[in-house]
């Protein structure tokens, strides 16, 4: 009998952690929703404490979806008790608290006397709050999994102790995550092997592995984990994650799958869901995903060359590891048209992977129906692209109801933009030395706001000649950076919305810092 692997999706909390990756609530319930159906066993929503939209996220999804839901906490109480109140009502919870145990970290954030004078002080120190919290966390909740950040570089004695505290305060998860992508597969798989037999209570807990992708070896030391005792990985869909992003759950798992003569582990995954879910991501993230990627690139089954042609056509096995069909990746792609009816819709759209409420279906219609008329044929990417979009944005945003531009030849280029944001219109109209320039000078005038511009790039998305292109404009503000992602079969209105949509973003930066339950600035401070 082959052991079970735990898969724990973080996509919706390390994975919105991803450079230009901004999720709306809905978005995220949607994407919790098709991570349930791709039976994932653990869905790590976010980071309730750190702002209003966190907390709502992880309270909906909690209570939307069947399998456990983990809320992240820093090892402090007013993370823990957000932590807590966020799942509190939902069918399945785990709280998630983790502490800095290496020194690079005890050195940067614990630096403070308050939290001892050197640094045998200052990892005692650590022991105990992580002890604590643990314990106040499991006063709460049942399911308490505690993470060592920055285990990859911890010293392995130390993180023993830190471990072996934490099993003892009531953790019955213990996550040791490669933060910064540092280690080396033998080096990992060591770390994990080395904690089975020093840590003594080891028996009572469940050994995760959370590798990043720093050096391009996330999947290598997982898998390298769970060959020498994690029985937990975590993942996210595409990759996804804070810089380099983390181990790749589809990876991981048809690593998994297809060498199963060489493992004696199995996940519960249904792989055919595996592209339509990296779709939904890419869709609602904005990140897309290389044409080369293992597994989900658009050129994963793709075999170019006269050579490998002709042996696939005598014998899939020839150069096929695995089938497409096995990932849901399926060929036939002309789905539908503008005499399709919602019916038609609504059930391509579920076999597509998503669940829409009778509200959201009567929006997706009507975005399909206005794409039906410009395309003849609308593929499964134009609807997928189409749901990305526009359909879960929320009303508090910019929405461009109405443009018109005038440019040519010795003319003078002219826009008008009429936007509406909570019902309210705002309208303008100016010039510009272009086009896109002219529409996003009427767009700053409607506004009353300038918005300095760091790139904008254009691309095509679909196929065809009729293909859908893709506008990304990334502007400059607070001290940050925003990108916004619009699509049309008209790149003049794509360039719109993404300058809009980069808006939005910026707006709901401001917001969240505004009603944050704590001060930003605490959350990078040592827990
Ligand atoms: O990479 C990391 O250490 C993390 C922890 C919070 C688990 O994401
Ligand atoms: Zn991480």
Known sequence: MSEKIIIFDTTLRDGEQSPGASLTVMEKVEIARQLEKLNCDVIEAGFPVSSPAQFEAVKRISGEVGIVVAALARAKEIDIKSAWDSIKEGEKKRIHTFSSTSDYHIIGKFGHERYGKTLEEKRKTVIQMSYDMVQYAKSLCDDVEFSAEDAG??????????????????????????????????????????????????????????????LGLAVANSISGIENGARQVECTINGLGERAGNASLEEIVMALNVRKDLFNFHTDVRT??????????????????????????????????????????????????????????????????????????????????????????????????????????????????????????????????????????????????????????????????GPVDALFNA?????????????????????????????????????????????????????????????????????????????????????
Do not use: W
């Open 153 to 214: 570089r911890t010293d392995l004695v130390y993180l023993s102790e830190v471990v072996e505290a934490a099993i003892e305060a009531g953790a019955t998860t213990i996550n040791i995550p490669d933060t910064t992508g540092y280690t080396m597969p033998k080096e990992f798989g060591y770390k994990i092997a080395e904690l089975k037999k020093r840590v003594k209570n080891i028996d009572k807990a469940i050994i995760s592995v959370h590798c990043h992708n720093d």
């Open 272 to 433: 055919k869901e595996i592209y339509n879910t990296s779709r939904m991501v890419s869709g609602f993230s904005g990140i897309i995903v290389q044409p080369n990627k293992a597994i989900v690139g658009e050129n994963a089954f793709a075999h170019e060359s006269g050579i490998h042609q002709d042996g696939m056509l005598k014998n899939r096995e020839t150069y096929e590891i695995m089938t497409p069909e096995s990932v849901g990746v399926n060929k036939t792609k002309i789905v539908l048209g503008r005499h399709s009816g919602r019916h038609g819709l609504k059930s391509r759209l579920y076999e597509l992977g998503y669940n829409l409420s009778e509200e959201e279906l009567n929006k997706a219609y009507e975005s399909f129906i206005k794409l039906a008329d410009k395309k003849k044929e609308v593929f499964d990417d134009d609807i997928r692209i189409m749901m990305g979009d526009e359909i879960f944005k929320d009303s508090s945003h910019y929405i461009l109801d109405y443009m018109q531009v005038n440019s040519g030849t010795n003319a003078l280029p002219t826009a008008a933009v009429r936007i509406i944001k909570n019902g309210t219109e705002l309208s303008d109209s100016a010039t510009g030395d």
């Open 443 to 527: 767009i700053d005038r409607a506004l009353g706001m300038e918005s300095l511009i760091e790139s904008y790039r254009v691309r095509s998305v679909t196929s065809g000649r009729q293909a859908l292109g893709e506008v990304s404009v990334r502007i400059r503000a607070e001290g940050k950076s925003f990108t916004g992602r619009g699509v049309s079969t008209d790149i003049i209105e794509a360039s719109a919305k993404a300058y809009l949509s980069s808006i939005n973003q910026r707006e709901m930066y401001n917001a969240e810092k505004k009603n944050s339950f704590i001060n930003q600035d605490e959350l990078t401070e040592a827990v």
